[in-house]
């Protein structure tokens, strides 16, 4: 890992002492709101509420009309109608929603996700001429279809309307469906363009029930299927997102939902759900489906109201994650020992017949982890084509660094921190060329290296239970608004021992103040951080509540350390 580079976020002392004073809060946690846009107790107090009156109005998507009206008649006619999505969490979130609040309606709907390697992502012609061969007039995609011309110009031809709903980037011209919902659409004029798929979804089951009614599924009762959605695929946690994903939260906790349920017992987790345990808990286990098995799993899973059911396909996810988690190991450190030799391009480009299609993407963004470089990884089949993820690094756009290639891509999607692509393994080489002098145009010294943004300095005195409450008042936290990061200056270290795993734990004070425990987890010894005893260390933390044989004590979870003087 390379040794990251402390950011200070700046800090406007007389707004941050207006926000304090008028909300009543402490100056750190007005810092912090501050190093977020948000600088007015109105903005504020909206960002620490979830009330729904914050929700925007979901007909100001383009083509929701359309949408409402078409769903409308295929329920009164009892047409056949087939929800289409993705294979990630995403997809079979808002396959799942549509599905149970359609079928709540009394309508004659199924869901259909196509299979990652047989099949590929997206739109594919052999599904959509077999759905319209068993009588599907209505086809209603999630998380893609934005860029799926073709396969939509059949899909019309067969005789079915196609209402798309997604959120990835858009060409310049729409598909030929009947309705295309995504606030990327260059005549967007909806306030918010960081919904996911299953967010878009939720505001068609919205302004449907609006218009027309609901049946046995009301809307609102699928939020967890949003927050599910919303955190796993990393869309920024603002605007209405924080109030969608806080109301999902609520009803996770609660069990609200068998299939979530069961998928909670057999990870273990026991506490208290947060984004967290949705991003690296959750999440993963769903989409461990769609890499080794079949993302359907997932779609009965979320919508089966069968506890035994819901347990036995949890169970299998259970395992398929952890078949998920030794491949992509093999594969991390095959790619790891292939880029050891010479210090990295200004991006990483691997390719290999050897490697699972289903892992690509998490062994890319464990490339970017640990060389703070864009990185693509593909898996090429048998016929020599390739099929990859990419992933980024802060500041640089992947979908237009891919735009750049456009001309050696058999195809490619996605959104500026994610993507995907298709290419013929003879170009792999001059892709790979292109590409790295694309991210070399974009990097510079102080980009190239990874970043810690601090949000505010602050003394020990200042960290105590208050704070952490006033803290936990602006969760969820996620991409968009990233757990706070505080820093203190000039710590003498009191102790320092390796517990657990390689996990460092130091007892630290600043000047008179009480000694508080700090744990770093993974961090290793205190030594070979490069650091020297005796010696005052500067420490980046989040402060936490731990509780230990019956009390309660503040804990800060270290995220860097480094000597106190040094300038990064």
Request: aromatic content about 6%.
């Amino acid at each position: 890992m390379l040794e990251k580079l402390w950011v200070f976020r700046p800090s406007d002392t007389v707004l941050q002492s207006s926000l304090a004073r008028t909300l009543s809060i402490s100056p750190v946690t007005a810092s912090i709101l501050l190093a977020r846009g948000v600088t007015t107790a109105d903005q504020a107090t909206r960002w620490m509420s979830s009330a729904q009156d914050g929700l925007h109005d979901p007909f100001l998507i383009p083509d929701m009309e359309v949408a409402v009206e078409r769903l409308h008649m295929a329920l009164a006619r009892q047409e056949r109608v087939c929800f289409y999505g993705d294979y990630d969490v995403d997809g079979v979130s808002a396959t799942s929603l549509y599905l149970s609040f359609y079928r709540g309606l009394g309508g004659n709907g199924f869901g259909y996700i196509p299979h990652r390697v047989r099949e590929g992502y997206g739109l594919n012609e052999g599904a959509v001429r077999r759905l319209a061969q068993e009588g599907v007039t209505l086809l209603v995609t999630s998380d893609c279809g934005t860029t799926s011309h073709h396969e939509i110009a059949v899909a019309k031809e067969l005789g079915m309307d196609v209402v798309v709903t997604d959120h990835h980037q858009t060409d310049a011209t729409m598909p030929a469906a009947l309705a295309v919902l995504n606030p990327h659409r260059r005549d967007a004029i909806y306030p918010f363009k960081g919904l996911c798929s299953a967010g878009l979804a939720y505001k068609v089951v919205s302004a449907y029930q609006r218009r027309y009614g609901s049946g046995d599924v009301e809307p609102e009762s699928c939020l967890d299927l949003v927050a599910l959605a919303t955190v796993a695929d990393i869309v920024p946690l603002q605007d209405e997102n924080r109030i969608l994903v806080r109301e999902g939260l609520i009803q996770i906790n609660r069990g609200a939902r068998c299939g979530i349920r069961a998928l909670k017992q057999v990870a273990g987790i026991t506490k208290a759900c947060t984004s967290e345990t949705i991003g690296f808990r959750l999440g993963p286990r769903v989409n461990a489906a769609g890499r080794l098995d079949h993302a359907m799993l997932c779609v009965q899973l979320l919508t089966t109201e069968s506890d035994r059911e819901a347990q036995q396909i949890a169970e299998h996810l259970e395992q398929l994650n952890r078949q998920r988690q030794q491949i992509e190991e093999g594969i991390t450190a095959e790619a790891g020992a292939a880029l050891q030799q010479d210090e990295p391009a200004a991006a990483i480009v691997l390719g290999s017949r050897d490697w699972h299609l289903g892992v690509v993407g998490i062994v890319a963004a464990r490339l970017v982890d640990r060389f703070h470089r864009p990185s693509i990884v593909i898996a090429v089949d048998e016929k020599g084509i390739g099929k990859g993820s990419a992933r980024t690094v802060e500041g640089f756009d992947l979908y237009q660094g891919l735009s750049a290639c456009r001309d050696l891509l058999d195809a490619f999607g996605g959104h500026p921190s994610a993507a995907g692509l298709t290419i013929h393994e003879s170009r792999l080489d001059e892709f790979r060329r292109r590409f790295c002098d694309v991210a070399a145009q974009w990097a510079t010294a102080s980009l190239v290296r990874p970043t810690l943004h601090v949000d505010a300095e602050v003394n020990l005195t200042e960290v105590n239970f208050d704070l952490i409450q006033e803290l936990e008042s602006l969760h969820p936290f996620g991409a968009g608004n990233p757990e706070p990061t505080l820093a203190v200056r000039g710590l003498d270290v009191v102790e320092a021992r390796v517990v657990g795993e390689k996990h460092l734990k130091l007892r630290v004070r600043q000047g008179r103040s009480f000694i508080f425990d700090s744990i770093g987890f993974r961090m290793g010894s205190f030594e070979a951080l490069g650091l020297k005893t005796g010696k005052p260390v500067d420490l980046a933390f989040s402060p936490e509540r731990n509780h230990w044989n019956g009390y309660d004590r503040v804990q800060l979870r270290i995220k860097a350390l480094r000597m106190s003087g040094e300038v990064s």
